[in-house]
């Protein structure tokens, strides 16, 4: 390039030449390579299957939540026997129904003892004389439905 018609000017006649810069365009904020697609996708698909797992064990879980409310929804002076006839329906859909259809007594109180461990134990329904404490015993059951263990 040629320079030799500048170099008689004065300086604010060189400032005068100089064109203005322009500013160059925008960069993007979304991410170029495919990578980051793949990435992003990958992500919505893990969160997509973690919710609808999460979602199929509330379903599975809705028999226990159904026996709560049935449990909850005794009067205070319900019987020891129509607690018991709630965990038997709601155990028989988890466990082997050969082995909980034939529990009674004190077999059937141990076997709820031995499936959960955060709840005072059970005591033969059969065999509680005089007036139990229904409400102490509706919270067992409740306890005893929200914790217990399913081990085939």
Known sequence: MDNTDLENLELYQLMAEIEPISEPAAISMWPQ????SV????LISIAV????IYKYKQFKQRHRHYAIAQVNA????ASPLEISSILKRCALNDFERQKIAS?????WANFLNSHCQKHTPFNDFYQLDGQPDTTALKQQAVIWLSHYKVQL
Request: no cysteine; proline share 5%; glycine share 14%.
């Open 103 to 107: 529990l009674t007594g004190s077999d």
């Open 74 to 77: 005794l009067s205070d002076n």
């Open 49 to 52: 299957v973690a919710f609808a």
């Open 33 to 36: 390579g495919p990578g980051w």
């Open 39 to 42: 990435l992003l996708v990958s």
